[in-house]
């Protein structure tokens, strides 16, 4: 997935596209030594017209599937994708640096007496085992064993999985601060910071702190005003799998306009909320609709476009486009309303995602979207626990 924050980079040398197809590239034209990724692209579509060099078909493909979200006011920088290289042996461990001779030591950082692995920085590390002894992890079998994956998801999965959550990502934030800017987190600073992390997961996914106020029915929601009201989704197969969004657009009684899909590729969750917000706003601008009310059933991608964004955020580019867009001269309101009201908006994402178009139109409903539609329109009852 590109980088959403990669604009200026090179377009042949900057790490993407052609990261291992360029190898199939025999000769590069001149003309497009120095293209940068927003040389390239227009109106968020890639416009590989403007390249000199030839690209075999297949570098074509993979280009014009990957999609892509500009924005100008947005640096160039690398973000962390939230992705599994730790599962797949992959964080930047002294051990790998060094095997790939970036490094000149493989030691650890901590204990300087053995080879900085995974499995040693993470749980091996005598300062580190000190760590989770210290917070009750004194189980033997905790420390068995050499698979990676299957201490993650014993630990994920065990009766302390949030304390378990925030430890690695404390550990590994000391070594970091060791590596770099050598400073020491002592254990007594890091418990505090583990504990107050733990109880903030717990707190989010706690559903005893949720506000439990019983069953209850919801309706599509019509509006009193001549708004047209977009309901847009996004869908997933949980994170990193093939992801899809989309939308319908009605009038406030819940007659038919028109509805859109798109194809997100391999993305996250958060990914494709945010990016059916931008296209399904970005369309109804398109059709100059003044006055709209987007539903939305996911608070996250409203928050983000609601608030300060921040310039590193992975997806920082595409709520700078939503952020833009809410400036832009017309009424729009951003609401959150509940999953069973926004069935069709599901549908639809869920259709994305097994299509192979990045981005399309249309003005008829397929025929699985026409019976939720027409249960909006006609404000059919849903029970809510
Ligand atoms: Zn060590």
Redesign the pocket.
């Known amino acids: 997935m590109l980088p959403m924050v990669a604009q200026r980079a090179n377009f042949l040398f900057g790490g993407f596209p052609l990261e291992r197809g360029s190898t199939f590239i025999l000769y590069v034209d001149i003309h497009d030594v120095h293209l940068t990724i927003a040389d390239v692209i227009q109106d968020d579509t890639w416009v590989l017209g403007r390249l000199y060099t030839q690209h075999p078909s297949p570098i074509v493909k993979a280009i014009c599937g990957t999609p892509v979200c500009l924005n100008g006011r947005i640096q160039d920088g690398f973000t962390w994708k939230g992705n599994l290289d730790v599962c797949h042996d992959a964080a930047p461990t002294r051990s790998l640096l060094h095997n790939r001779g970036m490094l000149d030591t493989n030691n ?7 080879s ?1 692995s995974i499995m ?2 993470f749980r ?5 085992k000190h760590l989770w002894l210290a917070l009750g992890f004194d189980n033997i079998n905790f420390y068995l064993g050499n698979s990676l994956a299957t201490w993650l998801r014993q630990g994920a999965f065990g009766a302390n999985n949030h304390l378990f959550s925030a430890a690695l990502l404390w550990i590994w934030c000391a070594r970091n601060s060791l590596c770099m800017e050598n400073e020491i987190i002592y254990i007594f600073f890091l418990k505090v910071k583990i504990y107050n992390l733990t109880a903030l997961i717990r707190s989010v996914f706690s559903s005893t702190l949720s506000t439990d106020i019983g069953g209850r029915y919801v309706t599509w929601h019509p509006e009193e005003s001549m708004a047209v009201v977009l309901n847009v989704d996004g869908n997933g197969f949980g994170n990193f799998g093939i992801s899809g969004f989309g939308g319908v657009v009605c009038r406030n009684d819940g007659s038919w306009l028109y509805w859109f899909a798109g194809n997100a590729g391999i993305s996250t969750i958060i990914h494709v909320e945010l990016s059916a917000l931008y296209y399904g706003l970005k369309a109804a601008w398109d059709r100059e609709y003044m006055d709209v009310i987007c539903y939305f059933d996911s608070t996250l991608p409203i928050q983000l476009v609601s608030t300060m964004m921040n310039p590193s955020h992975h997806y920082a580019a595409i709520i700078s486009n939503v952020q833009d867009l809410l400036q832009w001269s017309w009424n729009i309101q951003l609401k959150h309303f509940v999953r069973e009201t926004n069935s069709s908006a599901d549908f639809i994402a869920k259709l994305g995602a097994a299509s192979s178009d990045i981005w399309r139109e249309f003005l008829e409903p397929s025929e699985g979207l026409l019976p939720l539609l027409q249960a909006d329109a006609q404000q059919e009852m849903h029970y809510r626990d």
């Not at 091996?124 to 580190?128: G, L």
């Open positions: 650890c950082p901590r204990c300087l007496n053995s900085e040693h920085c091996d590390c005598p300062f580190v």
